[in-house]
Structures are given as C-alpha cells and as structure tokens.
T-cell receptor, first 114, second 116 residues
C-alpha cells in the first residue's frame, strides 16, 4: 500500500538549473509533509516541511509546493549545486497522535552535473 | 549542531540471537523514534516513544521488538530473536515536539544490522 509515491527513481540536472522533485500521496488524512535528503551511509536530513493549510513554503534555495486537490507536492531547488546530489525522500504524517509517524516515499536520486 | 548518535554503526549477528541497538537522542528532545530501511526499500516507521511509553507502533514492531529509555539519555531498540529478514539499516530519530508543530526529526546515521 503505497500511500506516498515518488514515481521518478532518478533525476539528472545541470548545475545552476532548477531541480523539481515530485511526490504524490493517496491518504487524505495526511496534513503535514516533509522533504528529507539522504547521503550514503548517513541518516535522512530534514530539509523543509509544509502544513496542509499552506500551498507554498520557501527556505533559501528550497521551495515546497503543495496541491491538496491533486494530492501532489513538489520540491524545487534553485539553483542546483553538485552538493545537492543525494537521495530525496518525501514524507507525510497524519492528523492525530502526540508523536506521529512519518510515511516515506521510495526516494528520488538527484544527480547535479557540474 | 546537536546530533543523534547511534552505536554500533554495523552489527552482525546470528539468526536467533538478541541484539540491542543504541541511540543517544538530542538532549532536549522529548519524542523518540525508530525507523528501518531494508536494502532497496523504503524507510519504514517502527515505533515512537514519548513520556516513557510507546506512543505509536507499526505492524512491523511485533513482540520480538521492544524499546527502552533506561537512563534518561539512551534510547534502545531490542530484537529478541533475530530473523534473516530483520537485516536492515535501523535509524533512530528524535524531535523536540511531535510532528505537525513545525520542523522535522533529527535522524542518526543508522546501524546496519546483518543477520546471518
């Protein structure tokens, strides 16, 4: 049961250009969405999040867009840098509970080419 | 920057043996978690822990698994009788507040458990 889907296993982008990573979800109870970056042999690192009451959140080069009607979110990285090359995970959490679990997507390997 | 520390980084154990994976969460964090990632698969939630008790657990977290915060700083995951399919990278995480109130977890670097 794939409640959070990242349909692109990999993405290559030229340095300086925009990287757009996509994520779809099926569970309408999700109300909080996060993006994590993961390098090999390291744990996921939190990047940016968005609550379901917003449609956009920006932090430096990273912007997350949420389209609730389409159950779709995306992460934009502008400009992309070689150090951004990593696996990016979309994650979501549901309404309720004091310590809510995250449901992760399968990840997208981003490669930024110099 | 504060870190979540996990030890050991790699653990090899024989099937049927007990293992304890250790984590030191960030000191002012109140919520603690274990996740795992089987090679080539998604990161999966195992358990969350708050106020000295389990808050949520997944179907994966069966009777073979237990968690403990024995001394106010360590947070451990015990697998009583390991199976081959328990081989995975196990990530500990902590957060200051529960999700949905801003920010994400801080994850540790993981313990690679190999059951042979």
């Amino acid at each position: 049961d794939q409640q959070v889907k990242q349909n692109s296993p990999s993405l290559s982008v030229q340095e300086g250009r925009i990287s757009i990573l996509n994520c779809d979800y099926t569970n309408s109870m999700f109300d909080y969405f996060l993006w994590y970056k993961k390098y090999p042999a390291e744990g996921p690192t939190f990047l940016i999040s968005i609550s379901s009451i917003k449609d956009k959140n920006e932090d430096g080069r990273f912007t997350v867009f949420l389209n609730k009607s389409a159950k779709h979110l995306s992460l934009h990285i502008v400009p992309s840098q070689p150090g951004d090359s990593a696996v990016y995970f979309c994650a979501a959490s549901e309404v309720g509970g004091s310590a809510r679990q995250l449901t992760f997507g399968s990840g997208t390997q981003l490669t930024v080419l110099p | 920057e504060p870190e979540v520390t996990q030890t050991p980084s790699h653990q090899v154990t024989q099937m049927g043996q007990e293992v304890i994976l250790r984590c030191v969460p960030i000191s002012n964090h109140l919520y603690f978690y274990w996740y795992r990632q089987i090679l080539g698969q998604k990161v999966e939630f195992l358990v969350s822990f708050y106020n000295n008790e389990i808050s949520e657990k997944s179907e994966i977290f069966d009777d073979q698994f237990s968690v403990e915060r024995p001394d106010g700083s360590n947070f451990t995951l015990k697998i009583r009788s390991t199976k081959l399919e328990d081989s995975a990278m196990y990530f500990c995480a902590s957060s200051e507040r529960g999700q949905g109130v801003g920010g994400g977890y801080t994850f540790g670097s993981g313990t690679r458990l190999t059951v042979v």
